[in-house]
């Protein structure tokens, strides 16, 4: 009996040691990849801090609201509703409605995650996720790693509070057509994301181009058009992922279940 229970306790302590070498080298290849998001992130954050202080927030303010929020477009509405005086529940609700395509991502990210992950680092994962973030930990080989997600954010997300912060403190002093051509660094890591599994995937490559045509779409149709940006990704997530998974299911291979 006491031989065995060495034998467990070996054993347990090889797994814990072995996992947690894995979550080490996948902590750096998510920080080593959000390198280039977080580059992106701090130069378009110059035109966010731009807003903020628009709307009256100091640096920290703005800093502090960039490293809580992780979005774009939410802060953008958020920042516009604090300069109009807008009331707390109205913030509350155009906040939610701006975000609510991260709830779509991570219902999708879930399950790229072992189904032994801790609903701690599941809650962590679901807090972290941005467009770009949830582009390069989707697109990752097996079960994802938490820890992958959280390496990217590790460098991504001090960079875009750290550029909301600095844009506050430039304030109108950058020249309006620098702040335009910042703005363009986001689009190209979208690009980024998307164009190495379109060049893989004919299928993901023809359902990017109807993604971009659906888009430019709904911008100029009535009734839809009038919905907010938000709202529109939404339904076009919804409508597309779905008629792609009815149309295009992918199935389960052995050399998926691994873990990274």
């Avoid at 997300?157 to 844009?167: F, I, K």
Wanted: proline share 5%; hydrophobic share 50%; charged share 10%.
């Amino acid at each position: 009996m006491k031989e065995r229970n060495m034998i467990m306790q070996v054993h347990k302590n090889t797994t814990q040691t072995f996992s947690t070498s894995r979550g080490r080298q996948a902590l750096l290849a998510g920080f080593r990849d959000g390198i280039p998001i977080g580059a992106g992130y701090f130069a378009v954050a110059f035109s966010l801090g731009i807003a903020a202080r628009s709307a009256g927030l100091t640096a920290f303010q703005g800093f502090l609201a960039s490293l809580l929020t992780n979005a774009s477009a939410g802060e953008y509405a958020v920042f516009s509703l604090i300069g109009a005086n807008a009331a707390y529940l109205e913030i509350v609700i155009i906040t939610i409605i701006t975000n609510a395509r991260y709830l779509l991502m991570s219902c999708a990210l879930s399950q790229k995650l072992s189904p032994d992950t801790p609903l701690s680092l599941r809650l962590l994962t679901g807090f972290g996720i941005t467009d770009e973030i949830f582009g390069i930990s989707i697109a990752r080989p097996g079960f994802l790693s938490p820890w992958y997600s959280f390496g990217a954010l590790l460098f991504a997300s001090p960079c875009w509070a750290s550029g909301t912060a600095l844009g506050i403190i430039a304030g109108n002093m950058l020249p309006g057509r620098v702040v335009s051509a910042l703005s363009v660094a986001l689009f190209g890591m979208f690009l980024a994301v998307i164009i190495p599994p379109a060049r893989q995937n004919k299928i993901v490559a023809g359902l990017v181009l109807i993604s971009f045509a659906a888009s430019w779409s709904a911008t100029v149709l009535p009734w839809i058009s009038s919905l907010s940006d938000g709202t529109r990704t939404i339904l076009l997530t919804v409508v597309i992922s779905s008629a792609a998974a009815l149309l295009f299911p992918v199935h389960d291979r052995p050399q998926d279940q691994k873990g990274e």
